[in-house]
């Protein structure tokens, strides 16, 4: 069964420090998540990616972040200058656009110290 | 606003019976859907369940139901025959333009 991967599976970081949180959707897929959840906390809507660009986007996803597709495969996040609270559990996710249904990736544990 | 309300933090079972878990959402859109996942020790979103709006018809997968009230805004889970590999973190999702979670409910499945 096809699966979304992510890598790492964990990071740790320095303050400041930048990080890219890389994922492979499912190749089928249009449509592309990413989520944060900090320990304990609910799962937060970062972004969404439609056709190359930013579709939707919550207020968690200030200029600090970005998302790209560099080659038709990988999705990535990057967070330019972590801080503390950028500590969380990242998923990434993807739908294919007919079925409305979004398969989650494993997901990143990012550790910033 | 988009909201999704778990007023359950935590629940238990006995294994083998039924437990049913609380969601009401609030949305101002025509279209959208609704999901449970659960959520293992592994930190694994695994889709559960999913509902679409539109259909009147309460959705079912093997011993996991839904009971879908749409004019009140609330979408219950029901798990019969609750089983140990069940207990997790359960989050009721609503999905339209984003994606928005609830809090979650532990359950725990007591043998």
């Known amino acids: 069964e096809p699966e979304v991967t992510q890598t790492p599976s964990h990071q740790v970081t320095q303050m400041g420090q930048e990080v890219i949180l890389r994922c492979v959707p499912i190749s089928n897929h249009l449509y592309f998540y990413w989520y944060r959840q900090i320990l304990g906390q609910k799962v937060e809507f970062l972004v969404s990616f439609y056709n190359n660009e930013i579709s939707e986007k919550s207020e968690i996803f200030d200029d600090q972040f970005s998302v790209e597709r560099p080659d038709g495969s990988n999705f990535t996040l990057k967070i330019r200058s972590t801080k503390l609270e950028d500590s969380a559990m990242y998923f990434c996710?993807?739908?294919?656009?007919?079925?409305?249904?979004?398969?989650f990736g494993p997901g990143t544990r990012l550790t910033v110290t | 606003a988009q909201t999704v309300t778990q007023s359950q933090p935590e629940m238990s079972v006995q294994e083998a019976e039924t437990v049913t878990l609380s969601c009401t959402y609030d949305?101002?859109?025509?279209?959208?859907?609704l999901f449970w996942y659960k959520q293992p020790p592994s930190r694994q979103m695994i889709l559960v369940i999913r509902?679409?709006?539109?259909?009147?018809q309460n959705a079912t997968e093997n011993r996991f139901s839904v009971n879908f009230q749409k004019a009140a805004k609330s979408f219950s889970l029901k798990i019969s025959d609750s089983q140990l590999g069940d207990a997790a973190m359960y989050f009721c999702?609503?999905?339209?333009?984003?994606?928005?979670f609830g809090t979650g409910t532990s359950l725990t499945v007591i043998p």
């Open positions: 509902q679409e709006a539109y259909k009147q």
């Open positions: 949305t101002s859109e025509s279209d959208y859907y």
């Open positions: 999702a609503l999905g339209g333009n984003q994606f928005y």
């Open positions: 996710a993807s739908i294919d656009g007919r079925v409305y249904e979004q398969y």
